[in-house]
Each structure stands twice: as structure tokens, then as C-alpha cells.
């Protein structure tokens, strides 16, 4: 009989334990009332959101149809788009470099893109890399969009030189030319290829250095 009781209050402990943890509040709910206004405009609701939250990481952020890049598609929305991302970062990936600097960047372009330009700049000085292996590239890709930012046209133009410098293996190129392959919805600048990365977009931010930066990014092609 004892251990019949004993049993009955595992289970009860375990449905206590479960009921808990669904039971857990939105974190929806802890939003600032400014941000939640800013999503419902882009039809983003609690129900939405929690979808969001619960992608992986791969559907969040590469799904082009219905991770955070459907937000930021939609008129207006940039703003709502980076908050999605800046949520999801807290709430729903594991807190390692790795996990978090693409998503950091992406919210930064949201942010450029809505006109919110210290946030984004916040966000992109947290992206630096420090392993050498991709350190140089990324870091003054970093320092142009920057630049770019703070209209210090010759920090973009010393980031540029520099960038464009570098040489490029046979080996990167066939990779690039494989990831054209294996994602043939994405569109990517012409030099992509044969040129440094992210070169093509750091040229933009020359040519179209009174631009905004959704313009710049796209070579001043207006969207």
C-alpha cells in the first residue's frame, strides 16, 4: 500500500511538474508595451510571436517565408522585424557566439533598414570576430557598414582598400558557387563569386554613400 501511495505521488509530481511548464508565461508578455504595439501593427500577435520563439534556429532565421525575414518583407516593419530577432536571441537560442552573432547582425540590418541607427550600430560592434580563420573579412565588413553608419567616409574607404586587397582561394569560390547552387532563392550582388566577401555590398556604401543604408545595400536599387 505504501508503495502504491508513494507511485501515486510520483505521478501527481510529475503532472504538477509538467502542468508548471506549460504553464509558463509568454515572453510576449514582458515586452515593452511600445515593441508589442510596433509588432501588432505588422500583424505580429501573441500567438505569431510564440510560433516565432518556437522555430529553430535554422527556420527562423533562413526561412524566407515564414521566420523573421516575412516580418521584415512587409512595409514598415524593419523595426518589428529586429525586436523578433532581439527576442528570440534571449528567449530561444542557446547564449554562445556562434548561436548568436548572425542573428545579432541580422537585427542590426533590421535596425539600419528602419532608420534606428545607434542600435544598430550597437548591434553590429557585437558581431567582431576573434578566431583567425575569418577575423580579417568579417571584421572590416564590420567596419565599413560602421563607417557607413557614422558617414566617416574615410574609415569606409581605408575598410574598402583593404578588404578589396585580400586575396580569394579557388576553393572559397567553388564553395560560393555551391551555396548559389543549394539556395537558388537567394539573389546575391554580381562579384559575389570572385571577390572578397562582402566587397560587392562595402562598394555599395561608397557609391551610394548619401544614401540610406537600404539603398546603399542594395547598390542604391531602391526596393
Not at 504553464?23 to 515593452?32: E, G, K, N, V
Not at 558617414?151 to 574598402?160: E, F, G, M
Amino acid at each position: 500500500m505504501r508503495a502504491l501511495k508513494f507511485f501515486s505521488c510520483l505521478i501527481a509530481l510529475s503532472f504538477s511538474f509538467a502542468t508548471l511548464s506549460h504553464a509558463q508565461p509568454s515572453a510576449y508578455h514582458i515586452l515593452p508595451d511600445a515593441i508589442k504595439t510596433d509588432m501588432q501593427k505588422c500583424d505580429i500577435d501573441i500567438a505569431e510571436f510564440n510560433r516565432l520563439m518556437a522555430l529553430s534556429q535554422k527556420d527562423f532565421d533562413q526561412d524566407f517565408y515564414g521566420g523573421w525575414r516575412a516580418v521584415d518583407y512587409k512595409d514598415g516593419c524593419s523595426n518589428a522585424a529586429a525586436e523578433i530577432i532581439k527576442a528570440y536571441m534571449l528567449y530561444s537560442v542557446p547564449h554562445a557566439p556562434q548561436s548568436l552573432g548572425i542573428l545579432r547582425w541580422h537585427a542590426g540590418q533590421s535596425k539600419a533598414g528602419a532608420g534606428k541607427t545607434s542600435e544598430a550600430i550597437a548591434l553590429f560592434a557585437g558581431t567582431y570576430k576573434s578566431d583567425a580563420k575569418h577575423q580579417s573579412a568579417w571584421n572590416l565588413y564590420v567596419d565599413a557598414t560602421i563607417a557607413f553608419l557614422q558617414q566617416d567616409k574615410a574609415a569606409l574607404q581605408r575598410a574598402h582598400d583593404t578588404l578589396a586587397a585580400m586575396p580569394l582561394s579557388e576553393d572559397e569560390k567553388a564553395g560560393r558557387r555551391k551555396f548559389l547552387a543549394d539556395n537558388p532563392e537567394i539573389t546575391m550582388p554580381p562579384g559575389f563569386i570572385d571577390e572578397p566577401q562582402n566587397l560587392p555590398v562595402v562598394r555599395g556604401f561608397l557609391n551610394c554613400f548619401d544614401r540610406s543604408y537600404s539603398d546603399a545595400y542594395r547598390g542604391c536599387n531602391s526596393k
